[in-house]
């Protein structure tokens, strides 16, 4: 469960980082995807999520966040050593 929780945890630093390093990695509708190496080594890959109020109410939010995260987990895309960040709009 300590994993689970740290591939989604990031501290200020973290975040300015990977921002500043980031490139785009794929993009969609509603949907961009950032890759950025990570700025402290660590064995496992992140994932930040970002979503807009223009989304709906923060219940949408809250699950868009948590079926990205499940998606994330599930196909082991945490197994690259990249923090990825996903940019989430209408």
């Known amino acids: 469960m300590s994993l689970f929780r740290d591939l989604f945890r990031f ?11 980031a ?3 794929k993009s969609r509708n509603g949907l961009k995807v950032l890759a950025a190496p990570q700025a402290t080594p660590a064995p496992h890959g992140k994932l ?4 807009t109020k223009s989304l709906g109410k923060a219940h949408d ?17 945490y197994q690259k050593p990249v923090t990825w960040i996903m940019l989430v709009y209408p």
């Open 23 to 25: 490139r785009a990695h």
């Open 11 to 21: 501290s200020t630093q973290d975040v300015a980082a990977a921002f500043k390093h």
């Open 48 to 51: 930040l999520i970002i979503t």
């Open 61 to 77: 939010r809250n699950r868009i966040r948590r079926q990205i995260k499940a998606l994330f987990y599930e196909e082991k895309l």
